[in-house]
């Protein structure tokens, strides 16, 4: 009775240990599965990292990019301002040497009694203004149109121009200002009237050409103050239908002095200006839209790779399974061929050595 009792204890000790080995062996299996699963999900973590981390330095250059265009910018606005205090007393100078040579010149109108001299001390005037102001590249002088025709200056501002006339006709103005008697003063002040709004009508049929890239509109150069006084300022009291100013601007020409044309030149600058920050804008712009291309082609790449993840891990999941089945495999005919093999080796010596 003790030795039954003493067996059943023996074999339920040998039962456990058994069945102990046979969990260890399972658990151990579980986990090398577990660590080769980490292993391909590292493998996969760090490729992701590379690639995060390499667009993260893409995304860091072009917004060091952006950052540097925006600063360039503000910078261009900033100093907008500050050129405009310069211009302005560019203006004050340039308008205070105008007053003192103008002091020098004794009789202006033997300067401008000839057409043709005072067709160029015009065109001069208007060159040397427009190149104190103005970069060369953003106009020209004597531009020339198809049908031959050569206007004194054309400023270009974005893909058109703005054409600039620069021959005012003086002739009866000078016989005007010369003469005393009132009857005849009226008559030759109506010629000069006649004489100038004849001029404007040519330059609105010959200079404002949209199809040749023009605006729809053009500048009337004269090249004195007191001149676009008695011509504009004073000529605006004989009523809004009869004045010049209207009439040019139905024809849309504009009429401008020395001062005025400055101011306008200066409204110019600044719209040239604004189309360089807009060029600039747009730019970043682009840069942003290549930004964000970049990122979905990323994206594209990043769920790629997951499905090629998720491949792999069924991949390496059948192979797992195949090589345990390889190894059971191995193991029984390992066993098999082992049990096959004699006890003893065989005594490799023959019969005539057991003699000797």
């Known amino acids: ?50 690639q995060i981390g390499q667009l993260t330095q893409n995304i860091n250059q072009q917004l060091q990019s952006m950052s540097h265009q925006f600063q360039k910018t503000t910078g261009h606005i900033g100093g907008t301002l500050g050129d405009v205090k310069k211009d302005l007393g560019k203006m004050e100078e340039v ?18 009694r000839a057409p043709k001299f005072r067709g160029g001390f015009g065109e001069l005037f208007l ?7 103005l970069p060369p590249v953003y106009f020209s002088l004597q531009y020339k149109f198809k049908s031959g025709e050569a206007v004194d200056a054309a400023i270009h501002i974005g893909e058109n121009m703005v054409p600039i006339d620069a021959k005012f006709p003086l002739e009866n103005f000078q016989k005007y200002m010369n003469e005393e008697q009132q009857t005849k003063r009226e008559d030759l002040r109506k010629r000069f009237v ?13 200079y404002i050409l949209p199809d040749e890239g023009t605006y729809d509109f053009a500048l009337m150069y004269i090249p004195a103050e007191n001149i676009y006084y008695e011509t504009i300022l004073k000529d605006e009291s004989l009523g809004e239908e009869r004045s010049i100013f209207s009439f040019a601007m139905k024809k849309r020409v504009i009429p401008v002095s020395p001062n005025s044309f400055y101011a306008y030149l200066q409204v110019i600058v600044q719209g040239l200006k604004g189309l360089q920050i807009e060029k600039s804008a747009r730019e970043i712009f682009q840069r942003i839209m290549r930004l964000q291309g970049d990122l979905t082609r990323f994206k594209k790449d ?16 059948d192979a797992d399974k195949r090589l345990d089945k390889f190894a059971d495999k191995l193991e029984l005919v390992s066993s098999e061929q082992i049990e096959k093999l004699p006890e003893k080796p065989k005594d490799l010596n023959g019969p005539e050595d057991k003699e000797d």
Do not use: C, P
């Open 194 to 206: 006649s004489d100038v709004k004849k001029h404007i009508g040519e330059i609105a049929k010959k």
């Open 302 to 317: 990043f769920e790629v790779l997951g499905t090629h993840l998720v491949h792999a891990k069924t991949k390496y999941d």
């Open 127 to 133: 060159g040397d203004l427009l190149a104190q102001i």
């Open 95 to 112: 308008t205070r040497e105008v007053l003192e040579k103008a002091k020098n010149i004794s009789n202006l109108e033997n300067l401008l």
């Open 1 to 50: 009775m003790d030795l039954n009792i003493l067996l059943i204890i023996v074999l339920g000790i040998l039962l456990f240990l058994l069945l102990f080995l046979l969990w260890s062996q399972k658990t151990t299996a579980s986990k090398v599965e577990e660590i080769k699963k980490l292993q391909v999900q590292d493998k996969a973590l760090s490729l992701m990292q590379q």
